[in-house]
């Protein structure tokens, strides 16, 4: 039997969780708005759920598809829920809490539906477990009902507190971008290990975390916990195989020049704290300094960050300050680097002083964003007076 699992994203970086999920050997089905579908056989449906809350750097959640039903009344809706054989995932005394959701659909009371497909559950287990009262005293199961178009799904979350939560930021800056959108910025960029990567805004220091994270193959989730793994119904051993299988491919990088500034001597110490959290604090150079003294001695680096907004009154004027500020001291000290730069300013680019190589429409949080890339010019060989026996590529770097 093969079950369907989504992964859910932020809007703007499907595909990048789409690329992330083939690297890491997951059966991708299909990509939608904000999630990707993939796929889980029966005999390996455990380790797929744990490997997929674990290791994936770009999603938001691991839902499990229960079923999918039309429904125009809330009668249809009571007796697919009911024809469901939820005692394959929820315990008897397991808690069952229903969320909802509706868009376009006849069943348009969110709260009805909740509260219908909660009853029909119930009526279902009753009768599986042969009792009239359902303690909810035991391990959390979230259940959730999405009608849309009159097409109903029901899912369950398998990871709890959403999966940006890695746990090494209860320190944050004023404006902090979520892990999991740094993550997937700095996958966009094609950066990799072997070139220096400088954030010079870095506020809690998510992007150099996330970085050096990546660099040495430490997986986002192998230091929290997830609510299914208290599920009876999911080996709690295969859990934590998978768990020590992560830890144990845990590298120690060589050469790492992983840098992050800031102007606040009290923001540099949060993001040097949580970066320690993250077991990262040896690979990362945090310290003071105003951005018009940012400079690097490396050539065909990265540069990544996310300044700030300033979408309060009186802030827009020292927002748009920094953005010109920033294409100057790129302009001047890293005409070799490549720079990402994501904001919600639509006159960046002019501010910045020169048009983006490619705009990438995201959500930060609530807030419509674009990342603007800079991509880094071609580094050529210098040409030599004996002619090589084989043809050669001349590019030694990657457009990033």
Known sequence: MQYELIATSTFGIEGVLAEELDNNGFKRIRNENGRVVFGAEDDNLTETIARANMVLRTADRILVHVASFEAHTFDQLFDGVAAIPWESWICQDARFPVEGRSQKSDLFSISDCQAITKKAIATRLSKAYHIDWLPESGPLVKVEVAVTKNVVTLTLDTSGEGL???GY??????APIRETLAAAII??????PKRPFMDPCCGSGTFPIEAAMIAANIAPGINRSFIAEQWPCLDSSVWQRVRQELKDAVIEPEDLHIIGTDIDDSVVRRARNNAARAGVGQYIHFQRSDLRDAKSRFSYGTMICNPPYGERIGEQRDAELLYKRLGKVFAAEFGTWSCHVITPCSTFEKLFGRQADKK?????????????QFFAPKLRRPATAVKPEKPQDGNDVEKV
Do not use: A, T
């Open 360 to 372: 990438r429409k995201l959500f930060n949080g609530r807030i419509r964003c674009d990342l603007y």
């Open 187 to 192: 996958m966009c960029s094609k950066w990799n």
């Open 169 to 174: 930021r209860p320190e944050v800056s004023q």
């Open 164 to 166: 940006h939560k890695r």
